[in-house]
């Protein structure tokens, strides 16, 4: 039976070579500052598997965890569960401090209810309203930085009870906000201001300030969230959605191997 239960340390090792070198061979920059998952959650403590291994998020208000997951071919993996009621997860700072500028978020989501404003993710800057940000709208997803420039819609709104996959690339270099709902190009919005230090951090609800917005928590299931700094491309985003981002370990190495190879061949070319 195929699960994510295995000794997840060197498979995550390996998972952060194969970024960084993938990111090489195909001329993007890419760091991973932020990844949950909920399949080693420890009480209310969600581990950090990103490259910066320092950012833990805290399940609060009865927050738990749930068997329905996005990968049925992976039974026993497990997705973070919120009731829109007072749910969440707070976040460490951590190395996300260190997220200026360009930055790409992704998640899967399968909210149980579409309310009037429900917040996914909210990575908040400490400058001004500039901050990361999806939230649903009567279930059209929103992406959006801060209060400057425009806001992805996406041109139909998500179904209830069904899992779906948003990824948002903020790129500054070019001003442009991209959304991508399963894997696809949803809507574009343009993008504002400069880079940013993070300070107020969450999943499933938002802040003014450092004021918990009560009325906008998401309700439904999460899984994979994941922030970086640089912008995905196209066909790497289309390539996250079609699989889990924890590899098995049999995966990852040959992943490894096979791009070192690539990789010293090109430079020997």
């Not at 997840?8 to 990844?35: D, K, N, P």
Request: glycine content about 12%; some cysteine.
């Amino acid at each position: 039976m195929k699960t994510r239960k295995w000794n997840q340390r060197g498979a995550i090792v390996a998972a952060s070579l194969v970024c960084l070198l993938l990111a090489q061979v195909q001329g993007y920059s890419y760091t991973v500052r932020g990844f949950w998952y909920y399949d080693d959650v420890s009480g209310t403590t969600v581990p950090d598997h990103s490259n910066a291994t320092n950012n833990p998020g805290t399940l609060v208000n009865g927050a738990t965890t749930s068997t329905d997951t996005p990968f049925t071919s992976y039974p026993g993996n497990l997705s973070m569960s919120l009731d829109g009621t007072n749910d969440r997860m707070d976040i460490t700072i951590g190395d996300l401090s260190n997220l200026v500028g360009s930055a790409t978020i992704e998640t899967w989501v399968k909210p149980s209810s579409l309310g009037a404003e429900n917040w996914v993710a909210r990575f908040q800057s400490g400058v001004g309203s500039e901050y990361y940000a999806i939230r649903l709208v009567s279930g059209t997803v929103q992406a959006f930085f801060g209060s400057e420039g425009g806001t992805a819609s996406s041109p139909s709104p998500i179904s209830a009870g069904v899992w779906t996959h948003l990824a948002v690339t903020f790129d500054f270099p070019d001003n442009k906000i991209t959304l991508f709902t399963n894997g696809i190009e949803a809507a574009t919005a343009t993008l504002l201001t400069g880079g940013n230090t993070l300070d107020n951090t969450g999943i499933g609800a938002a802040w003014l300030g450092t004021e918990l917005l009560t009325q906008n928590f998401y309700a439904g299931l999460m899984d994979e969230v994941r922030i970086g700094s640089g912008v995905l491309p196209a066909s790497q985003i289309q390539l996250d959605f079609s699989r889990t981002l924890v590899p098995e370990p049999s995966v990852a190495a040959l992943g490894v191997f096979g791009l070192l190879t690539l990789w010293m061949r090109r430079r020997q070319g």
